[in-house]
């Protein structure tokens, strides 16, 4: 489990980024957010890192209280 903040949401989209903690950006789909309305820009996140044909992605990805 990595740990990032939530660098862009386009919710009309229905996807966004993470800035990991090594500065690695990383695109996500709504699909791999189970709260994806309720996330917001700035928002410290968990994700699993995974690697598609278009570069770093982020799966199940779930809002944190806590800052990394």
Do not use: W
Not at 51 to 60: C, D, H, V, W
């Amino acid at each position: 489990m990595a740990y990032g903040t939530v660098k862009k949401l386009i919710a009309e989209k229905g996807f966004g980024f993470i800035r990991g903690e090594d500065g690695t950006e990383l695109f996500f789909h709504m699909s791999a957010c189970p709260t994806f309305n309720e996330l917001r820009e700035g928002q410290t996140v968990s994700y699993t890192r995974t690697t598609s044909a278009k570069g770093p992605r982020a799966e199940a990805v779930r809002a944190e209280e806590s800052a990394f």
